[in-house]
């Protein structure tokens, strides 16, 4: 194994073991490896959060460590969030983000706004348990090219659908492109749902994200 996945695999355990006193020189560390910003992030912390959700699921782990692992990915995030902004670049596109009503995730959608962001988009960011009508006011007052969301829950998903209901009742639906996230969400969803895209990770849905504006 290279230096590199070493630190990138510490990275992985710090996360799953909820060790936020390392996290921060332990991403520093990476960064001085030369490791970029990007891949400490997909690679390490988030592979780190989904061994976690699966301690979740085995009944290894409870509230209180997903509580704390999400701490522990956002003092990463703290670290490593300059090194993927993309500075003063040409804006591109400008993207509304939100996680949807009833949601309170908002660590994925936080990479993808960063990423987007590092991109060139303009990203505006609603935050989490938004409401279908918070979407609609955000498209008519900023005028978005895409609208993204994103749901962790299953129970959550359905709100998507709301919100794309609520654009079209608004007259707003043909003026965006809606893209989708989140670990329930797949393409079937989307179709199913009128979304235009679903995205598996940050980095898929920036691409999809960016052709649209090219
Ligand atoms: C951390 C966490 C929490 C934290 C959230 C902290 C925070 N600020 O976000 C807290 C403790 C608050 C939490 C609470 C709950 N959670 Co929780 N949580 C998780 C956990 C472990 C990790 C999620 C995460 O951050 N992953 C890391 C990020 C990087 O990945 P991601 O979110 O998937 O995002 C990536 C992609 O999906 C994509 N993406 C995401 N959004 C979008 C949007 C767009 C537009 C695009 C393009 C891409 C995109 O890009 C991201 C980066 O690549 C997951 C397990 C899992 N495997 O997902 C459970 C999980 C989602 N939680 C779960 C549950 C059950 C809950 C609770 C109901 C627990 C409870 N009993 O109260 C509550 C619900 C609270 C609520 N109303 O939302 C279940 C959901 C089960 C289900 N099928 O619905 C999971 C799957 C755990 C499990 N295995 O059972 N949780």
Redesign the pocket.
């Known amino acids: 194994m290279s230096d590199k996945d070493e630190i990138i695999n510490k990275i992985r355990d710090a996360i799953v073991n909820l060790d936020i006193d390392n996290i921060q020189r332990l991403c520093m560390e990476a960064l001085k490896a030369g490791i970029p910003a990007y891949d400490i ?2 690679k390490g ?2 592979k780190g ?2 061994i ?3 301690k ?2 085995r009944n290894e782990y409870f ?1 209180a460590e ?2 704390m ?2 701490e522990v ?2 003092e990463g995030m703290k670290v490593l969030e300059p090194h993927l902004a993309g500075g003063e670049v040409k804006k591109i596109g400008k993207v509304i ?1 939100g ?1 949807v009503r ?8 936080n ?2 706004a960063t990423l987007l962001t590092a991109a060139g988009f303009e990203v505006i960011d609603l935050g ?2 938004v409401p279908p009508e918070k979407f609609v006011e955000a498209v008519k007052e900023n005028k978005p090219d895409i609208v ?9 998903m359905i709100e998507m659908e709301n919100v794309i209901k609520a654009l079209k009742d608004a007259g707003l639906r043909d003026k965006v492109k809606i ?7 797949t393409k079937e969803f989307a179709d199913k749902i009128g979304a235009d895209a679903a ?8 691409n ?2 960016k052709s649209w504006v090219s």
């Open positions: 992030v997909m912390m988030s959060m989904e976690v959700g699966e979740y699921e509230l997903l509580i692992a999400g990915m956002k983000l996680t009833g949601d309170l995730h908002d660590i994925g959608k990479i993808v989490v348990d993204g969301m994103s749901a962790l829950l299953t129970t959550t893209i989708i996230g989140g670990a329930p969400i995205a598996r990770d940050a980095v898929e849905g920036v999809i994200c």
